[in-house]
């Protein structure tokens, strides 16, 4: 029966060589209990591909020393090779300057650097924060902390049942004591896909700053900070084919100058006495300490291969896996998606009757298909769907269809272990 | 390693599908609490002490199978068991699934409890098996909460989770 099933659904047709791009990923070579690594936890950490692995090789062995610092050859080409990957994030989002690109050690540093920078310094007692019921802990938590600290407070824009913001009610959000507004591109737990465009029109107009959080969207479609018009746009680089440890916040010019620094040290600084110190100018201010230089250089070389592939064609052949995949879950007794927005990145969170995501993730991996399990840090989104946790495939360019039926063929084992 | 989907054996299932001894008691002298927030996997765990024995045990809660399992065994076996008794089991059901003991060459109580064994090969899934145990320690001793996470907790080792 089932089979009948799935063969009325035909595999799309795509110009996409994706086993080309495979043969760039040596991971994807592995085989977990003899059987063929299927990963689909591309939104908890993508995987990187022999490019930028050989990057951080070139670079550690023939290139590292401490940037900004001292006048011999080695420390030269190291601070070059950092300031021209900080000139490719700039170009890969589009930012107006490369100082705009403040490297982070990912999405959360980013936001908490946003908090302590800007929140600490321009909002008080009485002040609103507007978040969504969409955000990631990490997109709630400092700003929780920021609101304790000053006397603030926060306003929740909720969702519908499809998992799309209600966008009906954020303008009654807003009034004269609106700071902020911190939203999510694309939901980590949902991958639903916000109009954040229009929503930054809308409290740009009024003077509020918006932060984006862009972690689950820089991987999936071109971002353009200067169309977005977003004031902060944070992300990671281990999402985006690059290492763990190095993210990017940015920020206008102008609205970086007038924030205070996030962390003092090295590097930040102009001159130091113990009378006065004198900050350094962004994106220096905010990059105290020796950055992960390797983790800048080879980030920039992820973005530099995804540019070489296209963000567009990673747009579309995402696109494609995640109709495929949703139109053979869509079929399955048994199992529920949770999350149906219109707009939606290739992330499929789902429900199987009588049996706990835990279960359903310990039994795939048996299949050698790793899908990520739990709250996936949005607990507001389990509550709104009163579950304790699901389970959640998030695909990559990299995937195929053919991982999706194994997708689909794991999954009936499921439920033949539970019937 | 052992393929972990033994794990997932018909006496396993089966008392997920049709746990022992679960609901509530009328009159209960002990009873707890048991979250692991990670997962969201929530008991509540109630029984009776007639002197030294435990006269009547029940729980009940949202969990995933093993845990539940694990739940309606670890009832089964402690049920007119003494205090002592049930404190042993306690002890030797942690160290089976911790690793600590290998339950085919040391001697041990466990008896069919060690179809529990293969968990020692899953990591994450270690806090699923051991929370109702701990949940009885608790009541037990008559603390009323538990929390795989809480800093008192003998398993506490936090699992990341981005």
Known sequence: MSANRSALISRPKSVFDVERIRADFPILKLRPGGKPLVYLDNAASSQMPQQVIDRLVLYQTTQHANIHRAVHTLSEIATAEFEEARRKLARFINAREEREVIFTSGTTEAINLAMHGYGRKFIGAGDEIILTTLEHHSNIVPWQMLAEEKGARIRVLPINDAGELAIGEYEKLFNEHTKLVGVAHVSNALGSVNPVKQMIAFARARGVPVLVDGAQAVPHMKVDVQDLDCDFYAFSGHKLCGPTGIGVLYGKAALLERMQPFKGGGDMILSVSFDKTTYNVIPQKFEAGTPPIAAAIGLGAAVDYLAAIGMDAIAGYESDLLDYATGQLERMPGVRIIGTAAEKAAVLSFGLDGVHPHDVGTLLNQDGVAVRTGHHCAQPVMQRYQVPATSRASFAFYNTMAEVDALVASIRNVQKVFC | ?162
């Open chain 2, 1 to 162: 390693m052992a393929d972990p989907r033994s794990l997932y054996q018909e006496v396993i299932l089966d008392h997920n599908r049709k746990p022992r001894n679960y609901g509530a008691l009328a009159q209960a002298s002990h009873k707890a609490e048991g979250h692991n927030p990670l997962c969201g996997d929530h008991l509540s765990l109630a029984l009776n002490l007639e002197g030294e024995r435990i006269a009547a045990i029940a729980f009940q809660g949202e969990s995933c199978a093993i845990c539940k399992a694990s739940a309606s065994m670890m009832t089964a076996s402690v049920k007119g068991k003494t205090l002592a008794e049930a404190e042993t089991l306690i002890q030797e059901f942690r160290d089976m699934a911790t690793g600590q003991i290998d339950v085919d060459k040391q001697a041990h109580h466990l008896g069919r409890l060690t179809v529990f064994a293969g968990v020692r090969d899953l990591p994450t899934r270690v806090k699923c098996a051991i929370l109702p145990w701990h949940t009885l320690h608790a009541a037990l001793h008559s603390v009323a909460d538990i929390s795989t996470e809480s800093e008192n907790d003998p398993m506490h080792a936090p699992i990341g989770d981005a």
